[in-house]
């Protein structure tokens, strides 16, 4: 090998700026918190060649005096941090890194006027090589201009995608802290064209979040969101939440934000998932705008070089609160669902549109037919039927002052039709018989505990020494649960009970599924999550099915029982339940309005 010697400053610089600029995404982020850390109200991106060529941010900020813009192009200079222990930081900024870093791999000119300046000045950043401050045209606050990203680091500048995705990327970063920070101004030009137009939020601070979600999000969802606040020990969650039956097919509709901050946590991420557990079909994700707020010296922003993961003092606390504050607001819901379903039902009723294939569902294991069997006679004994001539049932109308209304017919032996005071409802009776049955297994699941099976030969399964003592640490919680390990030896553990409701799942698959997800994320969904869809399956299997015929006073008392059960608005596929067709609609559909 060759002698060991000192890297040249530059190459250092250029090393250290690939840990900061990754992108000019990457650019845009630093730049624009910069802007909201100097106070300003307003901020206006212009891009050029997907970033390549041009990246300008102009903001109205305090703006850095003279005397102080050669300090600011250099590497950890900041004015960010009160002492030297980084336990208290309040800023989005505080490494004093992105400019020096910036103008390593590119062409960095800063002009800059702070309140009460007679003008502004200028500086030039290109490598080692700095020119200025020198007097210059310029409005009060800063604009910071990158030109020829990564000219100086062609290898680089190879790897980056297509101008559009690059482009993309970065309208996603500017959405992303606009929606931080609704009170702030936002622009986005590219090409000539403005992308991204949002003013300074206006009203209270709910109300300002909401303006910026809608606006982000689509107003489409205006009927689909639901506010949730919430506090616990000192830290404050509030944010909006979409119905389950407004979920995504990814989860780029999900904005989580620290301390006015935009992360993307794998902690708070894992928590929300958990949160809307079997409220969701598989593969999709739900819409989500969460705003956490706690004391900075409880949480660590500068675990990750582009700070999008945060590291909290208390992670349990914080992911009971965000599961327990999310499932709260939703049960809250109840019954509701996303009012998009209904407008979809018009325009298959408009278009004549083929109907939707349902999500199959796998057959029971071994066993669970028995179990189910308790499940498959939920109401009384239908009625016999009534002779000739005698009176038929009495009209419920009373019942249309429900919110799901009464009950008017059956549908093709498989839905309900009901009347409203402004409309009807229809229900698919297996889908939320289904979910009315669930949310009785999983009643008597929290009531009892899990029933756990005795393997007739425990399994010993090997973990790696994180992993293991990760799932050691927690045997109460797994006891609970139905899982029964203990140690064996360095490298493993002995599984000697398992849920009765997993049948053959192999245990070993699920013990190092837990185990990671432990030493990761200190969560123990994967075996809620297993032990949630035996029970789905059973609810599935021992539900009112499709084709069987109701009475008008079956139907309402399974009305009844979904205005009482939390998530009636969806089955436990994530399916809707049921959709409405308000009298408006109605008439539009005979052109009467």
């Given at each position: 090998?060759?002698?060991?010697?000192?890297?040249?400053?530059?190459?250092?610089?250029?090393?250290?700026?690939?840990?900061?600029?990754?992108?000019?995404?990457?650019?845009?982020?630093?730049?624009?918190?910069?802007?909201?850390?100097?106070?300003?109200?307003?901020?206006?991106?212009?891009?050029?060649?997907?970033?390549?060529?041009?990246?300008?941010?102009?903001?109205?900020?305090?703006?850095?005096?003279?005397?102080?813009?050669?300090?600011a192009v250099r590497r950890h200079a900041t004015s960010k941090l009160a002492d030297d222990l980084l336990v208290r930081i309040t800023t989005l900024g505080f490494r004093g890194e992105a400019l020096p870093s910036i103008g390593a791999v590119a062409r960095l000119s800063i002009t800059s006027r702070p309140a009460g300046a007679e003008s502004a000045f200028t500086i030039l950043v290109e490598g080692e090589r700095i020119e200025g401050p020198r007097p210059a045209a310029?409005?009060?606050?800063?604009?910071?201009?990158?030109?020829?990203?990564?000219?100086?680091?062609p290898a680089r500048l190879k790897f980056l995608r297509s101008e559009r995705a690059e482009l993309q990327a970065a309208l996603e970063t500017v959405t992303r802290l606009a929606l931080a920070r609704p009170e702030i101004g936002f622009t986005l030009e590219a090409e000539g064209r403005r992308l991204l137009d949002l003013a300074p939020g206006t009203g209270d601070r709910a109300a300002r979040e909401r303006a910026r979600a809608l606006a982000i999000l689509g107003r489409e969802l205006a009927g689909d969101l639901v506010e949730l606040e919430t506090e616990r020990e000192g830290i404050r969650l509030r944010g909006l939440l979409g119905l389950p039956t407004a979920s995504r097919a990814d989860a780029s509709a999900q904005h989580l934000v620290v301390n006015g901050r935009p992360v993307q946590d794998r902690l708070l991420k894992a928590a929300l998932k958990a949160a809307y557990g079997d409220l969701l079909p598989a593969g999709r994700h739900p819409v989500a705008t969460l705003f956490l707020e706690l004391p900075p010296e409880r949480v660590d922003v500068n675990v990750h070089p582009a700070k999008a993961e945060v590291r909290f003092a208390e992670p349990g606390t914080v992911r009971g609160l965000v599961i327990g504050a999310v499932r709260r607001c939703l049960a809250e819901e109840g019954r509701r669902t996303a009012g998009r379903i209904a407008t979809a039902a018009m325009g298959a009723f408009r278009k004549e549109a083929a109907s939707t294939g349902r999500t199959p569902v796998r057959a029971p294991s071994p066993g669970l037919a028995e179990a189910a069997a308790a499940f498959q006679a939920p109401f009384a004994p239908l009625p016999p039927a009534a002779?000739?001539?005698?009176?038929?049932?009495?009209?419920?109308?009373?019942?249309?002052?429900?919110?799901?209304?009464?009950?008017?017919?059956?549908?093709?032996?498989?839905?309900?039709?009901?009347?409203?005071?402004?409309?009807?409802?229809?229900?698919?009776?297996?889908?939320?018989?289904?979910?009315?049955?669930?949310?009785?297994?999983?009643?008597?699941?929290?009531?009892?505990?899990?029933?756990?099976?005795?393997?007739?030969?425990?399994?010993?399964?090997?973990?790696?020494?994180?992993?293991?003592?990760?799932?050691?640490?927690?045997?109460?919680?797994?006891?609970?649960?139905?899982?029964?390990?203990?140690?064996?030896?360095?490298?493993?553990?002995?599984?000697?009970?398992?849920?009765?409701?997993?049948?053959?799942r192999p245990t070993a698959e699920l013990v190092r599924a837990l185990a990671r997800e432990l030493?990761?994320?200190?969560?123990?969904?994967?075996?809620?999550?297993?032990?949630?869809?035996?029970?789905?399956?059973?609810a599935c299997h021992g539900s009112v099915r499709a084709g069987r015929r109701l009475t008008l006073a079956e139907m309402d008392a399974l009305l009844r029982r979904m205005e009482r059960t939390p998530g009636s608005g969806q089955c436990n596929h994530g399916r809707p339940t049921w959709i409405e067709l308000k009298r408006a609609d109605i008439e539009k559909l005979f052109s009467r309005r």
């Open positions: 090998m060759a002698s060991i010697r000192l890297l040249p400053e530059e190459v250092v610089n250029r090393i250290a700026a690939g840990e900061v600029v990754e992108r000019p995404a990457s650019v845009v982020k630093e730049l624009v918190e910069n802007a909201l850390d100097a106070g300003a109200r307003r901020i206006a991106v212009t891009l050029s060649g997907g970033g390549r060529d041009l990246v300008l941010v102009e903001d109205d900020g305090c703006g850095i005096p003279a005397e102080e813009l050669p300090l310029g409005s009060f606050g800063t604009r910071v201009e990158v030109r020829d990203l990564f000219r100086r680091t002779p000739p001539g005698a009176a038929s049932e009495p009209e419920p109308a009373a019942a249309e002052a429900f919110p799901l209304g009464a009950a008017r017919a059956q549908l093709l032996d498989s839905y309900i039709l009901a009347q409203t005071r402004d409309g009807l409802v229809i229900v698919d009776q297996h889908a939320a018989h289904e979910r009315i049955v669930f949310e009785r297994l999983k009643a008597g699941l929290e009531a009892g505990g899990v029933a756990r099976q005795v393997l007739m030969m425990p399994e010993v399964v090997e973990l790696g020494p994180g992993e293991r003592e990760a799932l050691l640490g927690r045997t109460a919680e797994l006891v609970r649960l139905g899982l029964l390990v203990e140690p064996f030896g360095p490298g493993a553990v002995l599984v000697r009970e398992v849920p009765a409701l997993l049948g053959e030493a990761e994320l200190g969560s123990i969904w994967t075996l809620e999550a297993a032990v949630g869809r035996v029970a789905a399956t059973i």
